[in-house]
C-alpha cells in the first residue's frame, strides 16, 4: 500500500465518530459496564503467562538496547558511557584503598599508639575528601547516561508508534495491552536498571580481582569458603525466587489495567453519571484492583521466602570471616587490623558473588520489563514491515493529477482527470478479523459529487470508509485518490490548531468568520481568545462539537471529504445549512447516515445491504424519494447487495 503520511485529501469527522461513539456510549455503556470487567478495553485476553525463556530474553534485551548505542547520538553516547566505566573504576581504586587504610588504621587502635592513630585518622579523613565526590560523579553521570537514553528511546518508540497507523491497530484489535505504560514506565525503568546492572556487574568484576588478591593473601581457606558460600547462596535463591519474574510481569499489566479503568471513568463522565452508573463502575474497578491486589499478595508472599534466606545470608557474612581468620589471630599470626581488613574485603567479594542473590527482586522486575518492551518493539518491527509489503492488501495509491502521465500537450490536467477525485476499483473489504463486509465494489466519485452511503447497522458502512482512508487494508482491490492540493486535517477539537495544515493558518478574522459561518458564532465570548484550550467534549454540546468539526472542514477546504454521521446531533435546519456551506465551497463528500433527511444533499446512494440479492428491485422500492437509476448495480455471493443510485 503506498501511502504517503502527509498527502490526505479526506477528512473524516474523526470527533463526530467518537462523539457518535459517546452518544452510542451511553447506550453501551451500560450494557458493557453490566457485561464484565474483562470486557473492557485494550487489554487482550489475559493468558496464563510463564515469562519468556533466557534465551529468548536476552534477543530481547539485546534487540530493545542496541539500537541506542550505534544511533545519531552514537558519540556522545559512547563518550559518557566510558566517562561512567572509568569513574566506576576510580571507585573501585578509592574502596581498596579504604581497605588498608582500615586495616592500618585499626591496627594502630589495637596498639594503642596514639600517633599512628592519629596519622591514620587524617589520612582516612583526606582520602574521604577525596575519594566521595567521585562516588557521587559516578552515580550522577550515569542517571544523565540514563536519561538521554530514555529521551532517545521514547522518541524511537512514539515515532513508529505513531506510523502507519500502528497505534490504531494495535489499539482497534487489543493486540498489545497498555501501550501507553510501555512507553512511560517501562522505558524509564528499562534504561535505569540496564544501567545500573552494567556498571554492577562491571563493579563486581573489578572488586573481585582486586578483592580475590587480598583475601588469597590473608588466608586462602577464607576464599574457598567464600565460594562456597556464595555459589550456594545463589543456587538457593535461584530456586526460592523462581516465579518472581512472572509475577512482577502479571503485577505491571494488572496496575496498568487498574489505572486504565480510571481513565475510562473520566472519560465517560457524562454517561456514567447520567445513567448513575457509579455502582457499576465501583464493582468493575474493584474487581481490577483486586486482582492486582491478589498477585501482589502472591509476589510479597514469594518475596518474604525470599527476603528469610537473604537477610539471613547478609547478616551471616558479618561474623562468618572473623570466625575463620580469628584462629589465626588467637596464634599470633596476624594482627587484629587484619580482621577487620579480611571481613571488608570478604564483604566486597560476596557481594560480587551474590548479585543475583541481592538483586532477585530487581532482576525479576527487570525481566517483565524486557519482556514487556521487547514484546512491543516485535510488534512495531513487524507493523512497518507488514505495511511496506505491496503484495499485501488492498492498494491505496494517492495520486496527484499534476503528476499523471497523461498530462496535456501544453502540460495542462485533462478535463476529465481534474474531474475524478476517488476511484474505487474490485474492492473488497475485510475486518481485521477476516470477515468479509463489502465484495468486489466499483465506484468513481467525480468533482462536486456527493455519495450517501446508507445500509443496516453493522453492515459496513464506517468499515468501508476506513478503508477508504486507509486506516484498514484487510481484503484486496484499488483505492485511488486523486487530488491536486494537499492538506492534512484539523482532526481533533481539542487538538485545536495544532493539526496545521500547509496553507496560511488562518487568521483571527478568518476564524471568527468561519465560526459565523457554522452558526457558532455566539460561543465566541464564552472563551477568553481563540486559542484557548477546554476539554471541547466537555463544554461543547454534540451539536456545538459537529458545528466545529464543519467549521475546521471548511478552514481546511479539502477536495473530498468523509462524513461519518457528522449531523447526527443537529437540528434538520443546522443540518441543511451545513451542507449547504460545504457544497458552496467545492467540496464532494461522502457522508454515512441513516436519517431521510439526508438524501437531499447527495446525488449518488450506495446502499450497503444484507437482503437476498433476488429482491434487489426492493430496495429500490424502500425508497420512493429516489429515482433509481441503478448506473453500477452488482449482486454478490454472502447475501449482499450494492446498488449505486444517481439521484439526479
Ligand atoms: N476492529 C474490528 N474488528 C473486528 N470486527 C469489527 C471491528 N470493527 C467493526 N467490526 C465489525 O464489522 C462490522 C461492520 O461494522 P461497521 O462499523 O462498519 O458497521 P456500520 O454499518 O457502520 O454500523 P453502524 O450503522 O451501526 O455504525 C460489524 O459487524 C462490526 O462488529
Redesign the pocket.
Known amino acids: 500500500m503506498t501511502t504517503p503520511t502527509t498527502t490526505i485529501a479526506i477528512v473524516i469527522l474523526e470527533w463526530t465518530s467518537r462523539r ?1 461513539r459517546r452518544r452510542n456510549d451511553v447506550a453501551s455503556w451500560r450494557c458493557s459496564a453490566a457485561a464484565a470487567a474483562d470486557s473492557l478495553p485494550p487489554p487482550p485476553p489475559e493468558k496464563q503467562r510463564e515469562g519468556s525463556d533466557l534465551q529468548t530474553l536476552l534477543r530481547r534485551f539485546w534487540k530493545v538496547a542496541a539500537p541506542y548505542w550505534s544511533s545519531d547520538d552514537k558519540v556522545q553516547a559512547r563518550t559518557q558511557l566510558g566517562a561512567v566505566f572509568l569513574l566506576t573504576l576510580a571507585t573501585t581504586g578509592i574502596s581498596v584503598g579504604f581497605n588498608f587504610l582500615g586495616r592500618d588504621f585499626y591496627n594502630a587502635l589495637a596498639n594503642k599508639d596514639q600517633e599512628q592513630f592519629m596519622k591514620q585518622l587524617l589520612y582516612y579523613l583526606g582520602a574521604f575528601a577525596g575519594g566521595i565526590p567521585i562516588f557521587v560523579l559516578r552515580d550522577y553521570a550515569r542517571e544523565t547516561l540514563s536519561l538521554r537514553w530514555r529521551s532517545w528511546m521514547t522518541r524511537f518508540y512514539i515515532d513508529r508508534y505513531l506510523s502507519n497507523q500502528t497505534f490504531y491497530r494495535i489499539q ?2 487489543s493486540i498489545i495491552d497498555n501501550p501507553d505504560q510501555r512507553i512511560v514506565d517501562d522505558l524509564s525503568s528499562f534504561t535505569g536498571t540496564a544501567l545500573s546492572f552494567a556498571l554492577t556487574l562491571f563493579n563486581a568484576v573489578i572488586d573481585l580481582i582486586s578483592f580475590s588478591n587480598i583475601l588469597f593473601g590473608i588466608y586462602p581457606p577464607l576464599f574457598v569458603v567464600l565460594l562456597v558460600y556464595s555459589i550456594g547462596g545463589t543456587l538457593i535463591s535461584v530456586y526460592l525466587g523462581r516465579g518472581l519474574v512472572t509475577l512482577n510481569f502479571l503485577q505491571e499489566k494488572k496496575e496498568a489495567d487498574f489505572r486504565y479503568g480510571l481513565v475510562r471513568v473520566r472519560e465517560n463522565a457524562e454517561s456514567i453519571a447520567f445513567y448513575s452508573g457509579e455502582e457499576n463502575e465501583m464493582q468493575l474497578l474493584l474487581r481490577r484492583f483486586e486482582s492486582a491486589f491478589e498477585n501482589l499478595t502472591k509476589l510479597l508472599i514469594s518475596s518474604r521466602n525470599l527476603e528469610f534466606f537473604t537477610s539471613g545470608y547478609r547478616y551471616l557474612i558479618q561474623i562468618l570471616p572473623a570466625a575463620v581468620v580469628a584462629p589465626m589471630y588467637f596464634a599470633g599470626k596476624i594482627e587484629f587490623g587484619v580482621i577487620n581488613q579480611s571481613v571488608s574485603a570478604f564483604n566486597h567479594i560476596l557481594g560480587d558473588f551474590s548479585l543475583i542473590v541481592y538483586q532477585f527482586q530487581s532482576i525479576s522486575a527487570f525481566s517483565a520489563v524486557i519482556d514487556r518492551l521487547g514484546e512491543f518493539d516485535d510488534y512495531l518491527d513487524s507493523s512497518s514491515k507488514r505495511h511496506s509489503d505491496p503484495s499485501e492488501g488492498i492498494t491505496l495509491t494517492y495520486c496527484n493529477v499534476k503528476t499523471l502521465a497523461e498530462l496535456e500537450p501544453n502540460g495542462s490536467v485533462p478535463i476529465d482527470k481534474q474531474q475524478k477525485l476517488l476511484d474505487i476499483e474490485n474492492l473488497t473489504v475485510q ?3 477476516s ?1 468479509t ?1 463489502v465484495r468486489d465494489l466499483s465506484l468513481v466519485i467525480n468533482n462536486n459529487e456527493h455519495l450517501l452511503v446508507t ?12 478503508t477508504l482512508a486507509g486506516l484498514w487494508s484487510a481484503g484486496k482491490g484499488k483505492i485511488t485518490h486523486y487530488q491536486t492540493n494537499w492538506f492534512t486535517a484539523l482532526l481533533d477539537a481539542a487538538a485545536n490548531s495544532e493539526y496545521t495544515c500547509e496553507k496560511p493558518k488562518p487568521t483571527t478574522e478568518d476564524l471568527i468568520q468561519v465560526l459565523e459561518d457554522v452558526r457558532l458564532g455566539y460561543i465566541l465570548p464564552r472563551f477568553s481568545n481563540l486559542d484557548s484550550t477546554y476539554e471541547w467534549s466537555s463544554v461543547l454540546s454534540l451539536g456545538e462539537q459537529q458545528r466545529l468539526a464543519f467549521a475546521r472542514l471548511l478552514l481546511s477546504k479539502p477536495k473530498l471529504v468523509l462524513l ?2 457528522s449531523t447526527s446531533a443537529l437540528d434538520e435546519a443546522n443540518e441543511a445549512h451545513l451542507y449547504k456551506q460545504i457544497e458552496r465551497a467545492g467540496i464532494a463528500y461522502i457522508s ?1 447516515g ?1 436519517r431521510r433527511t439526508l438524501y437531499q444533499y447527495h446525488n449518488k446512494n450506495l446502499r ?1 445491504s444484507t437482503v437476498d440479492p433476488m429482491n434487489a428491485q426492493q430496495i429500490g422500492s424502500l425508497n420512493p424519494s429516489i429515482k433509481t437509476t441503478c448506473i453500477n448495480c452488482q449482486i454478490y455471493s454472502r447475501s449482499c447487495l450494492y446498488m449505486v443510485h444517481d439521484c439526479l
Do not use: A, M, N, V
Request: without cysteine.
Open positions: 457518535r482497534s484489535q475486518t481485521p478479523r470477515t463486509l445500509g443496516p447497522s453493522g453492515s459496513g458502512k464506517t468499515s468501508l470508509l476506513r461519518d454521521e454515512i441513516h450497503i
